[in-house]
């Protein structure tokens, strides 16, 4: 029974996509409790990823995506992953090596590099200097987009 009950595990532990180690961090329900936001002041940033894996290479952020990767992550995939390994660093003062994004046909270690932290506050600032702008234009033809922009209540330019 316990060998079944280890092979059950493991198979749903792959099927997370989850590293080797000790699960800290959960953003699922099924798992218990869901924890706090991470939150960082200086940037108004606040995340929390899908899971927060901890073993001898740090601590690894993963998020799980429901679809298939076609050729490569989307850039917003990047840097979501960057902005939990960056989180992670500010406010547990621990530098995550890597993060991983795990989609339903395979995983993908994205290294947390200076050049990829710096460019994510790049994008942070870029974007904050942007949301205080009035004329901003759609950059799309897809109502869904629309549906879930956060601007569309503003927006002189929603498709909705």
């Given at each position: 029974?316990?060998?079944?009950?280890f092979?059950?595990?493991?198979?749903?532990?792959?099927?997370?996509?989850?590293?080797?180690?000790?699960?800290?961090?959960?953003?699922?329900?099924?798992?218990?409790?869901?924890?706090?936001?991470?939150?960082?002041?200086?940037?108004?940033?606040?995340?929390?990823?899908?899971?927060?894996?901890?073993?001898?290479?740090?601590?690894?952020?993963?998020?799980?995506?429901?679809?298939?990767?076609?050729?490569?992550?989307?850039?917003?995939?990047?840097?979501?992953?960057?902005?939990?390994?960056?989180?992670?660093?500010?406010?547990?003062?621990?530098?995550?090596?890597?993060?991983?994004?795990?989609?339903?046909?395979?995983d993908?270690?994205?290294?947390?590099?200076r050049?990829?932290?710096?460019?994510?506050?790049?994008?942070?600032?870029?974007?904050?200097?942007?949301?205080?702008?009035?004329?901003?234009?759609?950059?799309?033809?897809?109502?869904?987009?629309?549906?879930?922009?956060?601007?569309?209540?503003?927006?002189?330019?929603?498709?909705?």
């Amino acid at each position: 029974m316990g060998v079944a009950l280890f092979w059950v595990s493991s198979r749903q532990r792959q099927s997370t996509g989850l590293p080797p180690g000790k699960v800290i961090y959960s953003d699922h329900n099924q798992w218990g409790k869901v924890e706090t936001p991470l939150y960082d002041p200086t940037f108004n940033l606040t995340g929390k990823p899908d899971y927060l894996v901890e073993n001898q290479e740090g601590l690894i952020p993963v998020e799980v995506k429901s679809r298939r990767l076609k050729a490569a992550p989307y850039d917003s995939h990047i840097y979501q992953i960057a902005a939990y390994c960056f989180l992670i660093d500010q406010t547990l003062g621990i530098r995550p090596p890597f993060g991983i994004l795990h989609y339903s046909n395979q995983d993908i270690a994205i290294d947390y590099t200076r050049e990829l932290e710096q460019s994510l506050i790049d994008l942070i600032r870029e974007i904050r200097s942007q949301s205080r702008r009035r004329d901003l234009d759609r950059s799309h033809q897809s109502a869904n987009r629309c549906r879930g922009c956060g601007y569309n209540s503003i927006c002189d330019q929603a498709l909705i």
